[in-house]
């Protein structure tokens, strides 16, 4: 990345040197201070509230790539999964919103101050989630989840991926580091099964179908564990290939065996227990305080007030201005007969757009979507003022995780960038693919959506780059699809245009469907069939969707909320600043301002039209 924002050294000054901490004390903030004395003291405070909350969250550390010096202590370790360490978590949450909110903010710079503001919501809005009696509250993410254990909710889901894919083996330090952390994963398992006891007890017990996934995946995931398995083979493979000496595999297999396989036993039989006394009600407004909980989960989804009543209708009339949209390209490549849905269900099965079954069909995705990436990648410089690097890599869902995820997902790589950016791609079968839809699905996920933005959120302040909202995460990549377009991503193929057409419409779906499962009491098939006939999608492609906003209430809306929102800025950017506006400066004041709130957003604006574009 070039032209790094002034703030990056300072920051990486504090990372280098440990002093964040000791600076925090030194140069308190008091009134009378300089406003040198309290920038400092204020980049001090939030270097310190990013450290306290790595210390719950190591992985993300390791994710970061910032867990090196006197903090790779933090490399060996895993959260503390267990009724106590959340409680211990909220606390720190709630003791470091108290010291944000009483700093005296005169005299820090605005990227500073937008810094505070950030924290300051992303902290209440997770310490309302701690205050619900259930579920695995995010804190400056995204998976809302009431569920701790479920088909795409759980340890035994993210350790191993995280493992293979973020952890890093270069020397033997590495290695038992990894060692260490298979070492704690039993306790993690034990820790998640007391909370889903728990919540049982309560009266929350997750709707059958799910369940059903999340069975069959933890009895995939013991089959693999009886013989050690994928997380042994991952650190035998990388030791063995940089020639680190050691007695690994033995090491691994034995934990592996001997202790997480008994954990994640345990983890079957409770969620076998739950299935036994599990109904097909998919909505929160079964479970106790569900409708609680699913409001919440929509503050957290959006950064909003916005009710679900309010956002069904929004889904409702945004539906039908993308579909007014696509009729006229339909009829003009021949498909006339129908509504949209129908006819974009009949475009599904135009053999034209399939890809070969099988893995000679998988290969052919990969080397489409490695050809998508080239091409936008050579179109930044007409989008932005500064260009990303785009450091990223494709690979394929680990197979025992396809069945319960979903068509593919993405996100920026380390800090320092040994890690790149992923997008992750569901190939359990090449049908869920068209060759009209992955254009879309690649802007979304890698240039310029989530990859990309998050190279430059990275630049930030240590606490920016942990902190993010899915509105703005997935607003930002929504409307990383549009910019897609309006650079001529689809110009020679009328069908892609349909696909990223048909892709905005299926997230205005979302606004309905989510909102329709939980608060107006939909039935699963009536949101699978909400996708299909409205819209054209194939059962194999919505079922996990419908199923996902099960697990992940409200997650789902922010999506076009915050996509629609981005947009409005952009209109008030091109009203206000007239001949000055430029598409470039628009799109680098909104990534250089930063994963934010929506109403932080606006206000980010705001000081970019103020200073003249």
Known sequence: MTDMPRFTLSRRAFLATGTAAATAVLLPAC?????????????????????????????????????VGQHAALRGRLADATPEGINAYADTLRNDLQRVREFDKDGLDAATRTSFEVVES????????????????PVGSWRTAPYAVIQNVGAYIDLPRFLDSDHPIADEADA?????????????????????????EMGVVPPDFLLDKAIEQMRSQIADTQSGGAMVESIVRRTGELGIAGDWESRANAIVTEQITPALEAQLAELETQRAAAEGHAGMWNQPRGDEWYAWSLKSSTTTNMGPDEIHELGLSTLEDIHAQMDPILRDIGYTDGTVGDRMTALAEDPRFMFAEGDP???????????????IRDQMPRAFRRVASGNLEVRRLPPAEEPGAPTAYGGAGSVDGTVPGKMWINLRTTDLHRKYDVPTLVHHETIPGHVWEGEYSNQLPLIRSILAFNAFSEGWALYAEQLASELGAYEENPAWALGYLQAAAFRAC???????????????DEGVRFFMERNGNKFEEVINEVDRYCSWPGQACGYMIGKLEILRQRERAVMELGDAYDLRDFDQAVVDGGNVPLDVLAGNITRYIENGG
């Open 510 to 524: 979302r606004l309905v469907v989510d909102t329709g499962l939980h608060h107006k009491r939909w039935t699963r």
């Open 31 to 67: 009134r009378g201070s300089s406003p040198a004395e309290t920038q400092a003291a204020g980049e001090a405070l939030l270097d310190d509230v990013a450290w306290n909350m790595l210390r719950h969250e190591p992985t993300r550390a390791t994710s970061l790539g910032v867990d």
């Open 176 to 200: 038992e580091a990894y060692v260490s952390r298979l070492e704690a994963i039993p306790g993690v398992l034990t820790g998640e099964l007391e909370r889903i006891i728990g919540a049982r």
């Open 361 to 375: 069909g998988r290969a052919e995705i990969m080397e489409f979507i490695e050809d998508r990436i080239d091409w």
């Open 122 to 137: 992303a902290y209440s809005t997770a310490i309302e989630g701690f205050d619900l009696p259930y579920g695995d509250i």
